[in-house]
């Protein structure tokens, strides 16, 4: 066995470094707390590439699978003998492969924001929430047991909620942190009643005996029904629930493109490449029961999943905010990856999906962080978000450029960068179990592309803008993150994720299938053609196009009303018919309660306050008759 | 001694002198009027004290004691209710109690 | 009708009377000087009852300090020939009917209450005895409430002089803490 207790200081490390920061931060240095706060993470990248490699090629594996590894355990709460709940540190394929993803991730973020933050007031707080979003994510991804993932689960929504409100003075800061917040806020809520009943029925919190395939705990649940479906659907399906609101699926996924609203890094970080995967390795965590007792659950992910990309994906093809199309790429990738889980099985050929998805979800973090990251650049020296006051910036922002071009080539599958085998991969889960589902991905992978080369070419081609000032190249700490991120998206595609990561831990043979490969390549290049054509030089054709499909194109706009039917729904079903109605009966019942007691009070003193009047001889004189009278009272009477 | 003399008799002595104290208590304006009636009142319970001294328990002196005791008692007070007496009046120039009457709501 | 018959109704009288003279009087001279005979003729009560040692305290404490004290104040504070204006006749009434009504109940009282008298036989009150009883710390001593009574003579000597020092201090001699 080899020792990982050292694991501990990969969660310690940034809790510390976070009260550090945020207790003594405001008394170093701006520039010094920055770079202890990415020295800090330096380190915990580190030590997670050194866990990567122990675990991957020097753990033993039994029966050729990886095995599941408690590296650390220890009892948090005990509430009576059976009712505890633990800490600890789990180290499996995905909790590792994900602890490369955010750390690595998350240090290239505290490197760009060296450069991108510099100067911005709250620079120490920036770098003190950036640690305890990399604690709290840290945590989730090594959690031993589903309630240590839910405390982490929450404290990575709070890092969130902190971040987008980052700039705290700009009131539509102040109101998308708190949608963010509420609305995972409300999703969690499904995702505790989920640990609830599963915990109920299994009796236990920890993964491994949840997730074993043979345990009792998974045969247990699933004789128990309710309305037609297990109890085991039913917990899943509300964990699903948690898992929909942190990954912004639909219909929780207003939150998203308002996160926006936080600094770039940010949205690179916890918004594209981390936090919004949680609910993927919620569901990646919890796959063994899934896949054997909740099958039903299982499809309810896939639709979920395959909806959303395509929703999204349709948004993203009308937003002007580059960092809005972002966001819904993301949320369409997302989808992507929980459609590979949901199509997949448990184990041998089947769980394709479920190495797809993983594979998916490493090199989207990859190239989706640089995009973003490319984006910050961009944004930093253009000063606007939206892609209709760029044009021709090839010329000002050479590196930008280059890893920009790399990043949605990426994301649209082309060969060799590692998104088209990631993609690929999915692709081919979908294609062997269902159909429909494929064929929405196809298209979806087409509208991907479009979507993708219509951001690229109108910043960096199209029009010649005028520009106020010269853009520049950002700075080297802004610039190297991205070219080492471009690095990784562009050769993660040959990590040998089917021997590494696979959904029993043992090897899984898996080859290009050609029938499936060259289509999605010609659909990607078909949706860069369109791009090209449309996009490339100033052309007529889009606003031509929007105008022959005005009411769809307008719908799309406007994100197909979503927000509106919340905002209706909130307010006017729920405000209205609740919130009026409880706040009436507050005031007139509860409160008007108070108020008569307390003005009775007032008006029967301000009567009787004559009797205080200061003439000694009265009070003698009631006194003298009082005792008189309870002298009677209790001499005469009381008998 | 006191033989042909009922106890009830200094009772009733007692009580009338209490009585009377509290009346005077009620109805005099001046300050230290109402000092002297206090001081009626203590009296009349040291009365009782020595009556039910004599009368009860003549073998011991707990009546005795006590009576010495109120004396000191209101010796004690007399001297403090003097000393505020004068310092309300120099305060209000008026040792009336009905024109005292600040604190009040 | 014996001896001590006639004193006691002597001295009843006089207290009786000399009370109500306190406190009806509108000279307050006089009435302090009612309050005198009061206080004398009560401690003629002690000298009957065999109290010889609180009567004489009763005559020096009260009659030769209290009084006199009170004597004094209303120098300080009043004209010796200053006459009261009569209170008001509905106080009047009211108090008196509660003095009376209180008189009445505790007479009932005393009356209908059987007392028993000790048979045992009286002790003799010496001097000797008070002094050794005043300082014994035995269970029939007093030496703790001696002690505390004596603390309490000493603090209302000091409160008497502190309260009647200082005058009320004028808002302009008010320190201004604001100004330092």
Known sequence: ????????????????????????????????????????????????????????????????????????????????????????????????????????????????????????????????????????????????????????????????????????????????????????????????????????????????????PSGAAISQGSSIGFLGLSVMTWSMIFVFLGGAGKSAMFPFHIWLPDAMEGPTPVSALIHAATMVVAGVYLVARMFPIYAISAPVALDVVAYVGAFTSLFAAVIACTQTDIKRVLAYSTMSQIGYMMLALGVAKYGGETGLGYMASMFHLFTHAMFKALLFLGAGAIIHSVHSNYMTDMGGLRKYLPITHITFLIACLTISGIPPFSGFFSKDEILAAAFQSNKFLFAVEYAVAGITAFYMFRIYFSIFWGKDTQYQHTPHEAPATMTIPLIILAIGAAVSGFIPFNKLVTSDGKILETGINLVIAIPSVLIGLLGIGIAYIMYRRESTIPDKLAAMFKYSYKWAYNKFYIDELYLFVTKKIIFRYIAVPVAWFDRHVVDATMNTIASVTQGVSFRIRGFQSGQLQKYAFVFITGAIMLAVLFIYLWK | MNSGIPLQYFLILATVMFFTGVYGFLTRRNLITILMSVELILNSVNINFMAFNRFLYPNKLEGMFFSLFIIAVAASEAAVAIAIIINIYRRFTTINVEDVNEMKF | MAANQIMFVLFSAMIVIFSILTVTSRRILRAAVYLLFVLVSTSGLYFMLNYQFLAAVQLSLYAGGIVVLIIFSILLTSHISQKFESSGLKKNIFSAIAALAGATLSIITILDYNFSATTEAAKEVTMKLIGSSLLSVNYDGYVLPFEVISILLLAAMIAAIVVAKKGAPKPTELPNINQE
Do not use: C
């Open chain 1, 1 to 212: 066995m080899i020792n990982f207790s050292y694991t501990i200081w990969i969660l310690l490390l940034p809790f510390l470094m976070f009260l550090l920061l945020g207790l003594a931060g405001h008394k170093l240095k701006a520039k010094l707390s920055g770079l202890l706060g990415t020295f800090g993470l330096g380190i915990i990248t580190f030590l997670s590439y050194l866990t990567a490699y122990k675990y991957f090629f020097t753990s033993e594996k039994i029966d050729g699978a990886f095995q599941k590894i408690t590296a650390l355990n220890f009892t948090w709460l005990q509430f009576t003998d059976k009712l505890h709940i633990d800490m600890g540190v789990l180290l499996d394929p995905i909790s590792v492969m994900m602890l490369i993803v955010v750390t690595t991730v998350s240090f290239m973020v505290h490197i760009y924001s060296l450069g991108y933050m510099k100067g911005e007031k709250g620079f120490e707080r920036f770098y003190s929430f950036l640690s305890l979003f990399s604690f709290s994510m840290l945590g989730l991804v090594l959690a031993t047991n589903i309630f240590q993932m839910y405390i982490f689960w929450e404290l990575v929504g709070v890092s969130s909620f902190l971040l987008i409100g980052f700039y705290y003075q700009k009131p539509s800061a102040v109101r998308a942190s708190k949608k963010a917040f509420i609305v995972t806020r409300f999703a969690d809520l499904g995702f505790l009643i989920g640990i609830l009943i599963l915990s109920f029925n299994t009796k236990t919190f920890d993964f491994i005996s949840l997730t074993n």
